[in-house]
């Protein structure tokens, strides 16, 4: 299966089926479309789906081509014939999102050499800012990284776009009730991203729920 199939049976899963909240892989596929699809038709119609789910609107294959349709976008999407193929290719959630780790790692391959290209021809075309180029050139690869992304695509998904992954342990210890407790919410690389704040008055704190991924 090339990266052109895993695409489309993306894109056909969630034409079917979009889980709330949605498993890391599928995801970060979908919250960076259209730059995470090289097939931009099926990349349009990924953003479809995400601004349906994001507005609470039921997402189906008549659905989604309405609202394509409406907006002007069947076009870019392929079209009436191309889109109505794109369902058969339809599988589990737990197989798409297996599948959209190859697609999410292509793109992050991309998103690289374009940084560095783009760093590169900087550097030519200014030399005296070396250094400073540089820098941004490390600081865009980190953020490539970490997001998979130096776009417009950099943002925080929103809070229950994305599975979570465990629970912390309950904490158990004696605290003053006259100021809050802060508590940072659980990142893979470690890295507190936002807080939580409690006021333990009981010595009890709730379990804090961590999410799988903070596409930033």
């Not at 079917?16 to 890391?24: F, K, N, Q, R, W």
């Not at 374009?114 to 180029?133: E, F, M, Y």
């Amino acid at each position: 299966m090339d990266l052109s199939d895993k695409e489309r049976l993306i894109v056909g899963t969630l034409l079917h089926e979009v889980p709330s909240p949605l498993p890391e892989m599928l995801a970060k596929v979908l919250w960076h479309a259209p730059e995470s699809f090289l097939d931009e038709r099926l990349g349009t119609i990924a953003v479809t789906i995400r601004e349906m789910e994001l507005a609470n609107k039921p997402v189906a294959p008549v659905t989604v081509r309405s609202s394509l349709s409406d907006g002007g976008r069947l076009d870019k999407a392929g079209g009436a014939l191309f889109f109505d193929t794109i369902d058969s290719s339809a599988v589990t959630i737990p197989i798409a999102d297996f599948e959209a780790a190859d697609v999410w790692q292509a793109y992050v391959e991309r998103q690289t050499e374009s940084t560095l290209n783009d760093g590169l021809s900087a550097l030519r075309s200014q030399p005296s800012s070396a250094t400073v180029i540089v820098k941004g050139i490390i600081k865009s690869l980190e953020r490539v990284a970490t997001n998979g992304s130096n776009g417009p695509r950099t943002l925080n998904a929103p809070r229950g776009f994305i599975r979570p992954r465990r629970r912390i342990p309950m904490l158990r210890a004696k605290f003053s009730t006259t100021f809050p407790q802060v508590f940072p919410l659980w990142k893979p690389s470690g890295i507190p991203l936002s807080t939580h704040t409690y006021r333990c008055g009981s010595g009890k704190i709730p379990p804090v729920e961590g999410p799988e991924v903070f596409l930033k």
